[in-house]
T-cell receptor, first 113, second 115 residues
Framework: ETGVTQSPTHLIKTRGQQVTLRCSSQSGHNTVSWYQQALGQGPQFIFQYYREEENGRGNFPPRFSGLQFPNYSSELNVNALELDDSALYLC????????????FGEGSRLTVL | AQSVTQPDIHITVSEGASLELRCNYSYGATPYLFWYVQSPGQGLQLLLKYFSGDTLVQGIKGFEAEFKRSQSSFNLRKPSVHWSDAAEYFCAVEESGGSNYKLTFGKGTLLTVNP
């Protein structure tokens, strides 16, 4: 139990639609990262937010966007869904300091038809 | 850019047997290295990490890993595997000193434990 919760757990969309995934961070964590895990692959870094500002981005197109709110919860938005966006989306929170440990939620499984 | 290779996609061991999962990384400087475990229906959990110092690091659940700079490796070991260790294991590298916690993961090794 990491204290990081994600919603929804599963969802199905069609190509071209838009989706919003939500993440509630562990208490006291002001940094949230999003990862995409395609079937049979390791997680890939999408972006990170620190104190409501984007603080690093992976190799994902602009149709992947995010928000972090004052309570440090976060959203991942994906526009113009493509079939290849089908994946498990993982949110991870962390806090300032030397541990550099990420605390992951259980993920949101997105299927694009 | 850094990369991580986990050569074994799937490993099967018997309960009580020893385990070694391989990980090789590519990174120019001294990396921060991690092993995470993902059980079905659960998020990733940190097993152990290496930043500097002693190259043999101990983690949770009886796991350990050894950093070998000359081989660019960070292999995970456990002397006696339990059935509950069945899961997928991911090795990851982070750019040391970076301002964000961007991890580059390997593709994972699926561990099956036979009774």
């Amino acid at each position: 139990e990491t204290g990081v919760t994600q919603s929804p757990t599963h969802l199905i969309k069609t190509r071209g639609q838009q989706v919003t995934l939500r993440c509630s961070s562990q208490s006291g964590h002001n940094t949230v990262s999003w990862y995409q895990q395609a079937l049979g692959q390791g997680p890939q870094f999408i972006f990170q937010y620190y104190r409501e500002e984007e603080n690093g981005r992976g190799n994902f197109p602009p149709r992947f966007s995010g928000l972090q709110f004052p309570n440090y919860s976060s959203e991942l938005n994906v526009n113009a869904l493509e079939l290849d966006d089908s994946a498990l989306y993982l949110c991870a929170s962390s806090f300032p300091g030397g541990t550099r440990e990420l605390f992951f939620g259980e993920g949101s499984r997105l299927t694009v038809l | 850019a850094q990369s991580v290779t986990q050569p074994d996609i799937h490993i099967t061991v018997s309960e009580g047997a020893s385990l070694e999962l391989r990980c090789n990384y590519s990174y120019g400087a001294t990396p921060y290295l991690f092993w995470y475990v993902q059980s079905p229906g659960q998020g990733l959990q940190l097993l152990l990490k290496y930043f500097s110092g002693d190259t043999l690091v101990q983690g949770i659940k009886g796991f350990e890993a050894e950093f070998k700079r000359s081989q660019s490796s960070f292999n995970l070991r456990k002397p006696s595997v339990h059935w509950s260790d069945a899961a997928e294991y991911f090795c990851a590298v982070e750019e040391s000193g970076g301002s964000n916690y961007k991890l580059t993961f390997g593709k994972g090794t699926l561990l099956t434990v036979n009774p």
